[in-house]
């Protein structure tokens, strides 16, 4: 007979978003069992090395952010951007962005921004073992290896999983719920029936992982940059530094539809990247050919089942926030589930989940696919050989192109919007007033405190705000008048966990007009006004979801 285990929440894959939605739920003290086919320690693709600040602001609620700005890049390993012919070639412009030693510093596109957390340019190999250990350490988390989900059956009452190990042995695990974060090719999304609705195809690239100790010295003199991207006649892709050293993730984009992958000579694909003869040595370490997409899973959810990551949409990797996004995911569902299984929500607060991620996953795929036909346009097909060649008139048009391309490329090197300006308009938990969220695209944002907006940072003393949160909801008071006990009794009476923080009202951002503000564990705004309502019941019914939202 198959053994057969409980917990009350399932998660299926331990990539990056799976263990986040795991820790999330952990924090809130709910015990969850992980199921993961790779081995302990078997490396992760290497494809995705951006940790978008937003990431990091929930990394820091873990206690690993400074593990993760800590690893992968050397201290003074720059994390510029770069557009050139080849990595020997002309540098057609540069995005300069700070090296970790450097981040104190001014004058880089991001050295404003509203966060306790700045982005950070790590690998997925690095950032992997780091939530992995802190896994280990939560004893409210059980992590399964070397094994996968093979089918679950639900009704009202939960989930029974069916998993199956490496060595064909069975298991059977009792939930209240299943959540599937096992990537593009979702066992679980595809047991639901959710179709993938997009564009599936917006091009195609071979990606080599390799070593080489030649690579670093092809920078010469130059400042050297976390990613080039190649732009000649020869060749489009680009390079990332991973350690700063000898470990590089070279990126070729394939020319047309026409071409197969095994068409695209492997070795001189790479030396038309590099602009380097039969002289530079390298070792590959992993390969893999795939194709970028925009595609969004039709539904997120099935009742006592969910999908969030790759398992519920999947972009060309422009800013990369793929999986910043499903991070993001799994963040607002653990929170949601939590709530539930903790006691001070019904489950109607579920609801919550489709109603404001699948919009903003839609948005976010769209501006990522925007970005990519901006630069196929610039580009004007195959770029000129002329881009490659000295003297003047080549000099024009390099200078020509490259002013193009920074202007086009800055915000999704420096991606402000895209990681503070998303906001949640059609939530069933949310209160809102009337004021339309300010808009926002990948570069730029406008702080606010709209209700369905993040809560703009501001730092309270030597702690960030977003440090001082309860793990439910919080009640933000800046003017010591306004009378709140009648609202938090009658949260306590509700079983509501509501926090309450009397502070100054910042002088930084300039946007917080109002006197009191409650804001969820995941930063977002749920409701503001200037005093207490005399009955705050229908509030407070409406925040655990037992309640029609107000109108």
Not at 219 to 247: E, H, L, Q, T, Y
Not at 403 to 416: C, D, I, T, Y
Request: charged residues 25%; contains cysteine; hydrophobic residues 40%.
């Amino acid at each position: 007979m198959a053994e057969t285990l409980e917990a009350p929440v399932v998660v299926a894959g331990a990539g990056p978003v799976g263990m986040s939605t795991a820790l999330f739920l952990a924090l809130q003290g709910i015990r969850v069992i992980v199921v993961e086919p790779r081995r302990p320690g078997e490396p992760p693709s290497a494809k995705c090395n951006t940790v978008a600040s937003r990431t990091l602001e929930t990394f820091r609620l873990f206690g690993v952010a400074d593990e993760v700005r800590a690893a992968g890049l050397p201290d003074d390993y720059p994390t510029d951007t770069i557009y050139c012919t080849s990595l020997t070639g002309y540098e057609l412009t540069r995005i300069k962005m700070p090296s970790r030693a450097e981040r104190s510093q001014k004058g880089f596109p991001d050295d404003n921004w509203l966060t306790p957390e700045p982005m950070v340019r790590v690998s997925q190999l690095y950032l992997e073992p780091i939530l992995f250990n802190r896994m280990r350490q939560a004893p409210e988390i059980t992590v399964i290896n070397e094994a996968r989900v093979d089918r679950f059956e639900q009704n009202a009452d939960g989930v029974t999983t069916h998993c199956v190990r490496s060595t064909g042995e069975t298991f059977i695990i009792r939930s209240r719920y299943l959540i599937g974060c096992d990537g593009g090719r979702s066992t679980i999304r595809k047991a639901l029936g959710f179709q993938l609705i997009g564009d599936a195809e917006l091009g195609r690239t071979r990606s080599s992982l390799v070593r080489s100790n030649d690579i670093r010295a092809l920078f010469g003199d130059r400042r050297p940059a976390w990613m080039s991207w190649i732009a000649s006649d020869k060749i489009r892709g680009n390079v990332v530094a991973i350690n700063g050293k000898d470990i590089w993730l070279l990126h070729r984009g394939m020319p047309n539809r026409e071409t197969a992958f095994e068409d695209l000579d492997f070795d001189q694909s790479i030396r038309d990247l590099l602009g380097v003869g039969p002289e530079l040595t390298y070792e590959v370490l992993n390969h893999e050919d795939w194709t970028g997409r925009r595609l969004v899973a039709e539904r997120f959810r099935d009742r006592n089942v969910f999908i969030a990551g790759d398992a519920a949409h999947l972009w060309v990797p422009f800013a990369g926030y793929g999986m910043n996004a499903g991070i993001a995911d799994g963040v607002n569902l653990a929170w949601l589930l939590s709530g539930v299984l903790n006691g001070w929500a019904d489950p109607a607060i579920i609801d919550a989940f489709e109603a404001e991620r699948h919009p903003i996953t839609e948005q976010v795929s769209r501006l990522a696919m925007g970005k990519v036909l901006e630069n196929a346009e610039a580009m004007g097909g195959p770029p000129p050989a002329i881009l490659r060649e000295p003297g003047s008139a080549g000099d024009q048009v390099r200078a020509i192109v490259g002013a193009r391309l920074f202007e086009m490329n800055l915000p999704q090197m420096s991606p402000e919007g895209l990681n503070f300006g998303y906001f949640y308009d059609t939530s069933p938990i949310i209160a809102y007033d009337g004021e339309k969220a300010p808009g926002y695209s990948m570069g730029d944002v406008t702080p606010s405190t709209v209700p369905g907006c993040r809560m703009p940072h501001f730092w309270v003393g030597h702690d960030s705000v977003y440090d001082l949160l309860g793990p439910v909801y919080t009640l933000l008071r800046f003017n010591p008048a306004r009378e709140v006990k009648g609202l938090v009794e009658s949260a306590e009476r509700a079983g509501l966990p509501l926090k309450v923080l009397s502070l100054e009202r910042p002088k930084s951002p300039t946007v917080f007009k109002d006197d009191l503000l409650i804001v969820r564990r995941d930063q977002h705004i749920v409701w503001r006004v200037g005093s207490v309502p005399a009955d705050p019941n229908d509030l407070l019914k409406m925040l655990a979801a037992k309640k029609r939202r107000p109108t």
